[in-house]
């Protein structure tokens, strides 16, 4: 099961990758558990200066943008070590 964080502060768009994510990741079959982190120090502890970030597995993977859902699989399959 990957650990799944999405770093913002609960924006518009850090609600929309959250959405996103999820419904990536439900289609893809792929097991995961979601938190939101919004508390911007725990948000600067990954490095992060740009929001929203996904995290994977304790790797940042993308900041400052929305993701297609494509992409979310893709790295969450790399990080997960079953990349196509």
């Known amino acids: 099961m990957l650990n799944i964080k999405i770093l913002g502060s609960g924006c ?3 609600k929309r990758l ?3 994510t999820r419904a990536a990741l439900d289609a893809a079959g792929i097991a995961y558990d979601l938190e939101k982190v919004t508390d911007y ?3 600067m502890a990954y490095g992060v200066m740009s929001t929203p970030a996904l995290v994977v597995n304790e790797k940042v ?3 400052g943008r929305i993701l ?3 992409k979310i699989v893709e ?3 790399e990080v997960e070590g079953t990349a196509l």
């Open 75 to 77: 790295l969450a399959r």
């Open 41 to 43: 120090a725990d948000i």
């Open 61 to 63: 993977v993308s900041s």
């Open 18 to 20: 959250e959405t996103e």
């Open 12 to 14: 518009a768009n850090c």
């Open 68 to 70: 297609a859902r494509s």
